[in-house]
């Protein structure tokens, strides 16, 4: 199994800049995809981005796009998100998921969830 802890959430203003980061515990992080999702107070839990096995495709949110993106690191066992001109609309809880094979906008696919970091963009 992989394990995912989620960390470097925080405050920042609108126009600002954050990195998360995700360590997965476990042997076989090179076999699972990674996914970030997001929760708003009141909202469903949605889709921000994932990144395939070996890290060569990379998916986004339209909402994201362009703002946004993912990597990993199969040596640290870690996956990143690196979010630039974050917007109010930004704020919510962001969730690491991994789960085997292919990666996949629906967090119903994902096997193992991190607790969250929260992220508060202020305008």
């Known amino acids: 199994q992989v394990q995912p802890a989620e960390s470097g959430g925080g405050l920042v203003q609108a126009g600002g800049s954050l990195r998360l980061s995700c360590a997965a515990s476990?042997?076989?992080?090179?076999?699972?995809?990674l996914g970030w999702f997001r929760q708003a107070p009141g909202k469903e839990r949605e889709f921000v981005a994932a990144?395939?096995?070996?890290?060569?495709?990379?998916y986004y949110a339209d909402s994201v796009k362009g703002r946004f993106t993912i990597s990993r690191d199969n040596v640290k066992n870690t996956v990143y998100l690196q979010m630039n001109s974050l917007k109010p609309d930004d704020t919510a809880v962001y969730y690491c998921?991994?789960?085997?094979?292919?990666?996949?906008?629906?967090?119903?696919?994902?096997?193992?969830w991190g607790q969250g970091t929260q992220v508060t963009v202020s305008s």
């Open positions: 476990g042997r076989t992080f090179s076999s699972y995809a």
């Open positions: 998921a991994s789960k085997r094979f292919a990666p996949m906008t629906d967090p119903r696919g994902y096997t193992y």
């Open positions: 990144i395939t096995r070996s890290g060569g495709t990379t």
